[in-house]
């Protein structure tokens, strides 16, 4: 039988978790593991199903094996405002606990919905925060398989820090070295992902559930590729005991500029005036700068971010957002006649940008990135060199594989992490002056620039033949489907 054909017998049930970071790449991986011939069924809600899953629209239509299976979340059971899905939605940083609630909450449809069908799906895909889908999978005796967009790097900083608790001896900001690892990695604990940094929350009963359910899972899909972070790939693979799958850029799953602008929600600006905004610039001259979905920086700390960009006197793009102080910084532009003052060379995003389509210009130069894997992973496929601006959870480890490993980054200097919903607190933690000098820096023509950018643009064009028929991540995801039949078969024939 043809592969395709052969494929076709699988089933994944895929369960993103409610916030863009997660959900975008998992929707890329459905579109991908469907064009391998798998049947995908997304579980999702209603107005996350379609900002989230209109991208497929077209590729569906096209016969690719893809369903939605729309269940409604108990919005008033969970005093959640009705409509809002998605982390980003949400009004107030209060409802996060309540979101996630709320979405954990579906187990028991989603149960029934595995009951009901003719024959058991071949896995269950999710992240790793969604404990109860591995109650499910232990209960149906479905392997499990784990999906949270990290890298092998951060996987592996994770386990060391799991194992050797070295953390726990040091000041908060203290550096220490992360044993066992390819490179000398140096961090202080305020640095720490949220599992061994959580600020005011306790997590400690959480982080244990969480390890117990990762170990038991069959498996850990990687959206990296292997010659990105080879050694930390092969670390990861023996902790993982060959159950691990580099199957990224999953970005690069959408190739048409139709498909690039409608990733992750409808886009703030009109695709062809952005286009036609960045086809009138030179060659890598325009720095874009882009915090991610989550952030929720002060106004005080993004005006010099402004600031900054305006005293670069090199043309930029800045996607502006502030969480629920938006409104705040919107003023400043308008009234302190920002806008205005830059109108030549700066081009303002009030909202949502089409990221990939905007990083895949070759007009742009640098990105100012928060660090998001997702993000960083795009810039990296793009080619481009990158500003480091890491905010919270494992972004920090992002920031030393872009500086440090792969020397493609600078970094703007931030020392420690703002807990999500405690910015306030945090205040102006750098000034435009610092963002300048390194926005400067990654954009001149000098040698250590000009290597940067060598560096980047190799990586470029590793990370796009990684995705080719003859690459690493195609044969790794041939090999994560084969893994998943071998262990239907072993179960048909138990
Ligand atoms: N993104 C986008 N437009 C925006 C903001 C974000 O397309 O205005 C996308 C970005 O391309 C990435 C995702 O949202 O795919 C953000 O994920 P990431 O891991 O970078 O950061 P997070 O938002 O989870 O902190």
């Known amino acids: 039988m043809a592969l395709q054909e052969t494929n076709q017998l699988l089933h994944f049930v895929i369960i993103p978790l409610g916030s863009p970071g997660h959900y975008i790449p998992t929707i890329d991986l459905a579109k991908l593991l469907a064009q391998h011939g798998v049947r995908v069924t997304i579980v999702t809600t209603p107005v996350n199903a379609l900002r989230f ?51 954990c909450s579906l187990q028991h449809e989603v149960e029934q ?26 209960k ?29 001896s040091v000041g908060e900001s203290d550096s220490f070295v992360l044993p066992g690892l390819p490179d000398r990695i140096e961090l202080t604990r305020s640095q720490l992902s949220f599992l061994f940094n959580s600020g005011s929350t306790d997590t400690k009963d959480f982080s244990e559930k969480l390890r117990v359910s990762e170990s038991e899972a069959f498996g850990v899909v990687v959206n990296s590729f292997q010659e990105l972070e080879q050694e930390y790939a092969d670390a990861f693979q023996e902790v993982r005991k060959d159950k691990a799958w580099c199957i990224g850029p999953l970005s690069l799953c959408h190739k048409d500029a139709s498909e690039k602008v409608q ?8 695709e062809n005036e952005c286009i036609k905004w960045l086809d ?9 700068a882009c915090l991610g979905s989550l952030s929720r920086i002060e106004p005080a700390q993004l005006i010099e971010l402004g600031l900054a960009l305006e005293s670069s006197e090199k043309p930029f793009i800045w996607v502006v957002r502030a969480g629920h102080k938006t409104e705040k910084i919107e003023k400043w532009i308008d009234e302190e006649g920002f806008e205005e003052r830059t109108k030549d060379r700066g081009l303002l995003i009030h909202g949502w ?21 997702n993000s960083a992973l795009e810039g990296i496929s793009a080619g481009v060199p990158m500003v480091t601006w890491p905010q919270f959870q494992e ?3 992002n920031e030393k594989l872009l500086v440090q490993v792969l020397k493609i ?27 300048r000098k390194v926005i400067e820096m990654v954009m001149s023509d000098g040698k250590e620039s000009e290597d940067r950018r060598k560096r980047a643009k190799e990586l470029g064009k590793m990370a796009n033949e990684a995705i080719g028929e003859e690459g690493s991540s195609y044969q790794n995801i041939t090999r994560l489907i084969q893994d998943i039949r071998d262990q239907s078969s072993t179960k048909n024939l138990s």
């Open 409 to 435: 980054g600078v970094s703007v200097g931030v020392q420690k992490v703002v807990h999500w919903g405690e910015e306030e607190k945090s205040g102006v933690v750098v000034k435009s002056e610092e963002l």
């Open 353 to 373: 940008a089409p990221q990939l389509l905007v990083l895949s210009h070759p007009a742009i130069g640098a990105f100012l990135t928060h660090c998001g894997w």
């Open 140 to 168: 149906f005796q479905i392997p499990r398989i784990i999906f949270d967009g990290m890298n092998c790097f951060t996987q592996m900083c994770n386990h060391v820090l799991y194992h050797s608790k070295v953390y726990e």
């Open 53 to 103: 899953g209109s991208i497929l629209d077209q590729p569906i239509q096209s016969g690719l094996p893809i369903t939605f299976l729309e269940l409604q979340l108990p919005y008033m059971k969970f005093g959640i405002p009705e409509g809002c899905e998605c982390m980003d939605d949400l009004p107030n940083i209060g409802l996060a606990h309540d979101l996630f609630n709320a979405h």
């Open 395 to 397: 972004q920090f480890y």
């Open 113 to 138: 919905y595995i009951e009901k069908l003719d024959s058991k799906p071949s896995c269950i895909l999710s992240g790793t925060y969604l404990l109860w889908v591995g109650e499910t999978a232990k």
């Open 263 to 270: 990733r992750g929600n409808k886009s703030s600006i009109n």
């Open 280 to 288: 009138a610039r030179e060659s890598g001259s325009v720095i874009y």
